[in-house]
């Protein structure tokens, strides 16, 4: 019973460590800490997939720690230009 219970914590663990997402198709998530690395051209939204896995990991004290300081903003989508006319194609 305890190495049933050690394997399924190492799992755990080796997951919590690896499954972060550190970048979309347009670029790399930003942290709390990295706001002025955003790009102004690109929409950000908190990673709830990283958050989730915070709280997953949260045992492990370092693992929420860098999520959330590294990677807990990433970029969704580009953000449209407010000054650009929108003008039917020709």
């Known amino acids: 019973m305890r190495k049933i219970a050690t394997l399924i914590l190492g799992l755990c663990l080796l997951s919590t460590v690896t499954a972060c997402k550190g970048e979309t198709s347009y670029g790399e998530c930003v942290g709390l800490d990295d706001q002025e690395d955003m790009d102004p051209n690109l929409k950000y ?16 004290i370092v693992a929420p720690v860098l999520w959330v300081t590294d990677y807990a903003y990433c970029p969704e989508s580009r953000k449209r230009d407010a000054n650009k006319a929108l003008t039917p194609s020709d």
């Open 45 to 60: 939204d908190l990673s709830a997939r990283n958050f989730i896995w915070s709280l997953v990991g949260i045992e492990t």
